[in-house]
Structures are given as structure tokens and as C-alpha cells.
């Protein structure tokens, strides 16, 4: 069966300092992947998804960059975080027209 | 106005009771609906998966897509504490890219 993979789960980090987070998907080949937003009490944002490795499209222009250096690995970076960049980060795949399955997230806090 | 829109509550609903949650939407070339639900600091986890119109089951949950309102739902029978969570809808046209709703809480009191 499919597995999602993100870690870490929680992260604070001040203002101004780089990002990394991990997403990593088991048991599929190909798959398309996405990085979402989810803002308190609100719907989930698309930042980035991802057809296929070093393919990557941006939805919203921000601070943020994704790379997707192996087939099922995508990764969320940041050089210089802002304060605007707290929130709840999404990991999903799929394959082709099939629903979307997530991970459990990085909650990202900026002090 | 939101290309989809559903009311973010909370709901409160006691133990047992048929819950109804809903959506609307505006773009009528929407073809794929869902319904996920999310526990609190966990990722959202696909509940139902419907094309076009129509009903579909599942156990205790039923998701209707109503074409010609703009309008879907999801039941749920014999509510339980464990179904407190906040429900989200979302939507896609051929594209596949999903649109969604801002989700609706939902308490179920014991």
C-alpha cells in the first residue's frame, strides 16, 4: 500500500532563517505530488505541485521554492523565512485523476 | 465571491443524531467532488469521492452531488464523538486541480 512520509511534524524558527521540509511518498511510482497551506479556519492553499521530477509548478508567488529531486521526494524550501510564512504545511500525491491523499503535516511557527 | 463556499460552524450535534454538511459552489464545470475529513493537527483523510451527480454510500456516510443547484452534502448516520473532527469539501473540473472549501467543524457531545 501507499504511504506519505513528512517530517518534522513541528518546527519554530526565527525570522530571516532558511527552510527545509521533507516529503517523501512509498509504494507508487510516478506520482503527482503537491505542497498546500492551510491557514487557521480557512480551506488549504496550493503552493506547488509536481507531475514529475525536476518539474514544478508554482500556484502563488511567495518566499517559498519547491524541488522535487527524486521521483518521490518533494521538498519545501525557503531561504529567508517571514513572519507571513507561519502556518500548516500539506504534503499530498496522487496518481493521474485519483483524490489526493495527505500526510500529517509540519506545523511551522515564526518567532 | 469563493468558488466554493461552506459554513465554517462549529456544529454541534448530539451523540447519534444525522448530521448534514454542505457545500455550494459556482463553477458549474466541476465534475469531481469530495469530502475529507481532518482530526485536529493531522492531514486531511478522503472520506467520499463522487463524479457528476447523484448519491453514494458508505457505511454511515452519504455524499449527494446536486449538478443543477451547485450544491453538495454530506450525511452522517448515527453520529459518534469519534466523527468530531472539521469536514472539507473540494471540487475539480477536468484539470484535476482541486478547489476548496474552508471546512466545517463538527462536534458530536456524548
Known amino acids: 500500500s501507499q504511504t506519505i512520509h513528512q517530517w518534522p511534524a513541528t518546527l519554530v524558527q526565527p525570522v530571516g532563517s532558511p527552510l527545509s521540509l521533507e516529503c517523501t511518498v512509498e509504494g507508487t511510482s510516478n506520482p503527482n505530488l503537491y505542497w498546500y497551506r492551510q491557514a487557521a479556519g480557512r480551506g488549504l492553499q496550493l503552493l506547488f505541485y509536481s507531475v514529475g521530477i525536476g518539474q514544478i509548478s508554482s500556484e502563488v508567488p511567495q518566499n517559498l521554492s519547491a524541488s522535487r529531486p527524486q521521483d518521490r521526494q518533494f521538498i519545501l524550501s525557503s531561504k529567508k523565512l517571514l513572519l507571513s510564512d507561519s502556518g500548516f504545511y500539506l504534503c499530498a500525491w496522487n496518481g493521474g485523476a485519483e483524490p489526493q491523499h495527505f500526510g500529517d503535516g509540519t506545523r511551522l511557527s515564526i518567532l | ?110
Open chain 2, 1 to 110: 465571491q469563493k468558488e466554493v463556499e461552506q459554513d465554517p460552524g462549529p456544529l454541534s450535534v448530539p451523540e447519534g443524531a444525522i448530521v448534514s454538511l454542505n457545500c455550494t459552489y459556482s463553477n458549474s464545470a466541476f465534475q469531481y467532488f469530495m469530502w475529507y475529513r481532518q482530526y485536529s493537527r493531522k492531514g486531511p483523510e478522503l472520506l467520499m469521492y463522487t463524479y457528476s451527480s447523484g448519491n453514494k454510500e458508505d457505511g454511515r456516510f452519504t455524499a449527494q452531488v446536486d449538478k443543477s443547484s451547485k450544491y453538495i452534502s454530506l450525511f452522517i448516520r448515527d453520529s459518534q464523538p469519534s466523527d468530531s473532527a472539521t469536514y472539507l469539501c473540494a471540487m475539480s473540473d477536468s484539470n484535476y486541480q482541486l478547489i476548496w472549501g474552508a471546512g466545517t467543524k463538527l462536534i458530536i457531545k456524548p
